[in-house]
């Protein structure tokens, strides 16, 4: 079957940092997908792994292990805006496809 | 360049009309795929086409087809409508290939779908 787990929600101040973890178990990977999304709007990319390690940009990082099933989202210095939904999806083998877990709810207080 | 564009944005039909929903991929790009975003159940695969081709299905009854052009664009048709087909449709464009390094997903702003 396809399954990918992420916390439902998480809460943080501004300025600190944040991990948001997921973890996969799918019959098939071809890459793993950070998006952000505020409410009533679009999912907005965020990052891609498809090797392991970690892939920084700016004040986002996003770290993979396949052999674990594993990554995590990275945000720091959070600021009020950062507050969205984060969606972890992994692209099924063929590459036609991406499955999304449902998502954690990032709430950033001041 | 432009993004992926969608229309409409906003519609509201009756149970058991049917509805079409158009989405323009980012230029160069060949493959459109087509999701089901409800609070329940979170964004759910529905199609996905490249190149007029449609290469893989999600699970979704047959009420729910769609056809992509020889330009890319694409659209997608819910016949029958039911209650619980309101939901924000999203589509999302890439340049498709297998070799995936680089192919990322882009998202539309998406159709929001009410079934009164």
């Known amino acids: 079957g396809q399954n990918i787990d992420q916390p439902t929600e998480m809460t943080a101040t501004e300025g600190a940092i944040v991990q948001i973890n997921c973890t996969y178990q799918?019959?098939?990977?071809?890459?793993l997908f950070w998006y952000q999304q505020h409410a009533g709007e679009a999912p907005t990319f965020l990052s891609y792994n498809v090797l392991d390690g970690l892939e920084e940009k700016g004040r986002f990082s996003s770290f993979l292990s396949r052999s674990k099933g594993y990554s995590y989202l990275l945000l720091k210095e959070l600021q009020m805006k950062d507050s969205a939904s984060y969606l972890c999806a992994v692209r099924n083998q063929a590459g036609t496809a991406l499955i999304f877990g449902k998502g954690t709810t990032l709430s950033v207080s001041s | 360049k432009a993004g992926v564009t969608q229309t409409p944005r906003y519609l509201i039909k009756t149970r058991g009309q049917q509805v079409t929903l158009s989405c323009s991929p980012i230029?160069?790009?060949?493959?459109v795929s087509w999701y089901q975003q409800t609070p329940g159940q979170g964004l759910q695969f529905l199609f996905e086409?490249?190149?007029?081709?449609?290469?893989n299905k999600g699970n979704f009854p047959g009420r729910f087809s769609g056809r992509q052009f020889s330009n890319s664009r694409s659209e997608m048709n819910v016949s029958t409508l039911e209650l619980g087909d309101s939901a924000l449709y999203l589509c999302?464009?890439?340049?498709?290939?297998?070799?995936?390094?680089?192919?990322?997903?882009?998202f539309g702003e998406g159709s929001w779908l009410t079934v009164v």
């Open positions: 086409y490249f190149s007029e081709t449609q290469r």
């Open positions: 999302a464009s890439s340049l498709g290939l297998r070799d995936t390094r680089g192919n990322t997903i882009y």
């Open positions: 230029s160069g790009h060949r493959s």
């Open positions: 799918t019959s098939g990977f071809n890459g």
